[in-house]
């Protein structure tokens, strides 16, 4: 009998989310407001269960689960994310006649991040994927009535199902020269995949893959599209959530299963790793909607973390397990800033309603919305890595883990990528303190104004002390070494 107090916290989310749905047939829309809160306590639940399940290692299921560091970190990160969703989400749902499932999405999806994490047989990590994926499908086309949510919606599901089966066929390849699905016993046998000829064609159509749900260039193109059609907060949770998913399964796959392949796929990381910043950088620039341009921002960012494959060495994949969760709050936190700011356009009608995220439209925010334009002010210089927040932290040691592996040329690219990410940074928080506003000033809903302080103090905690969480980003390095 297996020992399912390891699964509390996916347990908690899985219920939660049942319950919401079930509960949520027999309650007005007036009275669903209660949904959100119950979706924020449950997260809450799962993520207490999960801090304090930290230092336990367990196998279950015939090795098909593994419950280590690293998926516990992971873990985390997907749920401070659903956290930080859930609670904004309580002012985005309101009097609304879906709620329930919305709610109800935003958990699956979490449930399944949170297996992948812990996923170690091939065939429980895709179905995982899947779990996850179609939630994340129906959350970006929520919207149905705005053709850019349908759209977006439409190019994310259609490249995903094309990745799912590319990554399907790559695993197929995997079982077919090692005779299993076990991430521990293809490690053992990856010398049977290395002399077969299809061992460099599996490797491609893994990375391919994963490269779609890491949102890596050339494999990024329904990432812009689906961050600035969705509904903000789902835009919040498939950037600093979903994409998380593909780097936990891609440490598994690669580093763990295999190992033998490294000089195969370090090259690939590495020349992904190089244009996705410098793509997603050199875009950003130019973009005048702040939704696309966060999303364009993400992609670079995508980038800086896949350099911990590109180095292979304990400091770098401490580094780029530790840049996730300071990007799930960096990250999370502005597409909530930019939900506010679409609120505030739309209840005040004013501004360009067609496009509310439009850059003008952050014109005065520091007058309009005080707290928002703060917050968002905190978010963005960390992810242009301004020293005593997260993302200065967890660029320090992932770029200096590449100096020391030898690496300069590739810590160099990343520091002009990053002051590069400057400018349209501090264009953004000209806009908003510098220019005259357009319009008069609003209060922040309370559940935004939560979920922007979560969100701000995790990027300030991680910055001004960094020891307790660069300490368990090692422990789970330590699984993949």
Same mark, same amino acid.
């Given at each position: 009998?297996?020992?399912?107090?390891?699964?509390?916290?996916?347990?908690?989310?899985?219920?939660?989310?049942?319950?919401?749905?079930?509960? @949520?047939?027999?309650?007005?829309?007036?009275?669903?407001?209660?949904?959100?809160?119950?979706?924020?306590?449950?997260?809450?639940?799962?993520?207490?269960?999960?801090?304090?399940?930290?230092?336990?290692?367990?196998?279950?299921?015939?090795?098909?689960?593994?419950?280590?560091?690293?998926?516990?970190?992971?873990?985390?990160?997907?749920?401070?994310?659903?956290?930080?969703?859930?609670?904004?989400?309580?002012?985005?749902?309101?009097?609304?006649?879906?709620?329930?499932?919305?709610?109800?999405?935003?958990?699956?999806?979490?449930?399944?991040?949170?297996?992948?994490?812990?996923?170690?047989?091939?065939?429980?990590?895709?179905?995982?994927?899947?779990?996850?994926?179609?939630?994340?499908?129906?959350?970006?086309?929520?919207?149905?009535?705005?053709?850019?949510?349908?759209?977006?919606?439409?190019?994310?599901?259609?490249?995903?199902?094309?990745?799912?089966?590319?990554?399907?066929?790559?695993?197929?390849?995997?079982?077919?020269?090692? =005779?299993?699905?076990?991430?521990?016993?293809?490690?053992?046998?990856?010398?049977?995949?290395?002399?077969?000829?299809?061992?460099?064609?599996?490797?491609?159509?893994?990375?391919?893959?994963?490269?779609?749900?890491?949102?890596?260039?050339?494999?990024?193109?329904?990432?812009?599209?689906?961050?600035?059609?969705?509904?903000?907060?789902?835009?919040?949770?498939?950037?600093? =959530?979903?994409?998380?998913?593909?780097?936990?399964?891609?440490?598994?796959?690669?580093?763990?299963?295999?190992?033998?392949?490294?000089?195969?796929?370090?090259?690939?990381?590495?020349?992904?790793?190089?244009?996705?910043?410098?793509?997603?950088?050199?875009?950003?620039?130019?973009?005048?909607?702040?939704?696309?341009?966060?999303?364009?921002?993400?992609?670079?960012?995508?980038?800086?973390?896949?350099?911990?494959?590109?180095?292979?060495?304990?400091?770098?994949?401490?580094?780029?397990?530790?840049?996730?969760?300071?990007?799930?709050?960096?990250? @999370?936190?502005?597409?909530?800033?930019?939900?506010?700011?679409?609120?505030?356009?739309?209840?005040?009608?004013?501004?360009?309603?067609?496009?509310?995220?439009?850059?003008?439209?952050?014109? @005065?925010?520091?007058?309009?919305?005080?707290?928002?334009?703060?917050?968002?002010?905190?978010?963005?210089?960390?992810?242009?890595?301004?020293?005593?927040?997260?993302?200065?932290?967890?660029?320090?040691?992932?770029?200096?883990?590449?100096?020391?592996?030898?690496?300069?040329?590739?810590?160099?690219?990343?520091?002009?990528?990053?002051?590069?990410?400057?400018?349209?940074?501090?264009?953004?928080?000209?806009?908003?303190?510098?220019?005259?506003?357009?319009?008069?000033?609003?209060?922040?809903?309370?559940?935004?104004?939560?979920?922007?302080?979560?969100?701000?103090?995790?990027?300030?905690?991680?910055?001004?002390?960094?020891?307790?969480?660069?300490?368990?980003?090692?422990?789970?390095?330590?699984?993949?070494?």
């Amino acid at each position: 009998m297996e020992n399912l107090m390891f699964l509390a916290p996916e347990i908690a989310v899985a219920a939660t989310g049942l319950i919401i749905l079930l509960i @949520g047939v027999f309650m007005s829309p007036r009275t669903k407001n209660v949904l959100g809160y119950l979706a924020t306590l449950g997260v809450l639940a799962a993520l207490v269960l999960t801090v304090r399940s930290f230092g336990t290692e367990a196998t279950m299921f015939s090795g098909t689960v593994s419950i280590d560091a690293l998926s516990q970190f992971f873990k985390l990160v997907f749920l401070v994310v659903s956290l930080i969703v859930s609670l904004a989400s309580i002012k985005y749902n309101e009097n609304s006649d879906h709620t329930e499932e919305f709610y109800a999405l935003v958990l699956f999806a979490t449930l399944g991040m949170m297996v992948v994490a812990s996923s170690n047989d091939f065939i429980l990590l895709f179905c995982a994927f899947e779990l996850a994926s179609f939630a994340t499908y129906a959350l970006a086309g929520f919207e149905k009535q705005n053709p850019g949510s349908l759209e977006g919606a439409m190019k994310y599901f259609i490249i995903g199902a094309v990745s799912s089966a590319l990554m399907l066929f790559g695993i197929s390849f995997v079982y077919g020269a090692t =005779g299993t699905t076990s991430i521990p016993m293809i490690a053992e046998n990856v010398s049977l995949l290395a002399e077969s000829p299809i061992g460099i064609v599996a490797v491609v159509l893994l990375i391919a893959g994963f490269g779609f749900k890491m949102a890596l260039v050339p494999f990024h193109m329904w990432a812009p599209d689906a961050y600035q059609g969705s509904p903000s907060v789902v835009s919040s949770l498939l950037s600093a =959530g979903s994409k998380k998913m593909g780097f936990v399964a891609a440490f598994r796959v690669f580093i763990l299963a295999l190992a033998a392949l490294q000089p195969d796929w370090q090259f690939a990381f590495t020349i992904l790793a190089v244009v996705t910043m410098t793509f997603g950088n050199v875009v950003a620039v130019s973009q005048t909607s702040v939704k696309r341009m966060l999303a364009y921002s993400s992609l670079a960012q995508a980038g800086y973390i896949a350099m911990a494959f590109a180095v292979m060495t304990p400091m770098a994949l401490t580094g780029g397990i530790f840049y996730t969760l300071a990007h799930a709050f960096m990250k @999370g936190g502005a597409f909530i800033a930019a939900a506010a700011v679409v609120w505030m356009i739309t209840t005040q009608r004013t501004g360009d309603l067609q496009v509310p995220d439009h850059l003008d439209n952050f014109r @005065g925010l520091g007058k309009r919305m005080p707290l928002a334009a703060l917050c968002m002010t905190v978010f963005v210089f960390a992810l242009a890595g301004i020293p005593l927040t997260s993302g200065f932290m967890a660029k320090v040691v992932l770029f200096s883990s590449a100096i020391q592996a030898g690496m300069a040329w590739l810590a160099v690219i990343a520091i002009l990528n990053s002051a590069l990410s400057l400018f349209y940074y501090a264009r953004l928080v000209r806009y908003m303190y510098f220019l005259p506003p357009e319009g008069k000033k609003i209060g922040l809903p309370f559940p935004y104004a939560a979920a922007l302080l979560l969100a701000t103090a995790g990027v300030l905690v991680m910055g001004l002390w960094p020891e307790p969480f660069l300490q368990w980003a090692m422990e789970a390095a330590k699984v993949l070494i």
